[in-house]
Nanobody
Framework: QVQLAESGGGLVQAGGSLRLSCAAS????????MGWFRQAPGKEREFVAA????????YYADSVKGRFTISRDNAKNTVLLQMNRLKPENTAVYYC?????????????????WGQGTQVTVSS
């Protein structure tokens, strides 16, 4: 059974940082591209960042480029999202997801497995 477990969310002031972690089990992690998405209240889920299976390629939403960094550790079956210079509009539930195609994509429908999400709240 595939499980993706996010952690690291919380409450932070604008301008602060958080690091989200997603621990994967039940799949051959190194075969999967991994992505982070988020969903704010009343809004649709949106792409944040993705990393290919071997970490050679990364992708970011324009709104987070230069502030967020995605990385992965295939030995630990973990994907991280370092979030710096956070803004109130970054408040959302953040989800990690796994895509068996491996290359990385911004399209949520391409992802096979999803975590339960972790809440990030940025106060002004």
């Amino acid at each position: 059974q595939v499980q993706l477990a996010e952690s690291g969310g919380g409450l932070v002031q604008a301008g602060g940082s958080l690091r989200l972690s997603c621990a994967a089990s039940g799949l051959i992690f190194s075969n999967y591209a991994m992505g982070w998405f988020r969903q704010a209240p009343g809004k649709e889920r949106e792409f944040v960042a993705a990393v290919s299976w071997g970490a050679r390629s990364t992708y970011y939403a324009d709104s987070v480029k230069g502030r967020f960094t995605i990385s992965r550790d295939n030995a630990k079956n973990t994907v991280l999202l370092q979030m710096n210079r956070l803004k109130p509009e970054n408040t959302a539930v953040y989800y990690c997801a796994a895509d068996h195609l491996g290359g990385g994509t911004v399209v949520a429908a391409s992802y096979d497995y999803w975590g339960q999400g972790t809440q990030v709240t940025v106060s002004s």
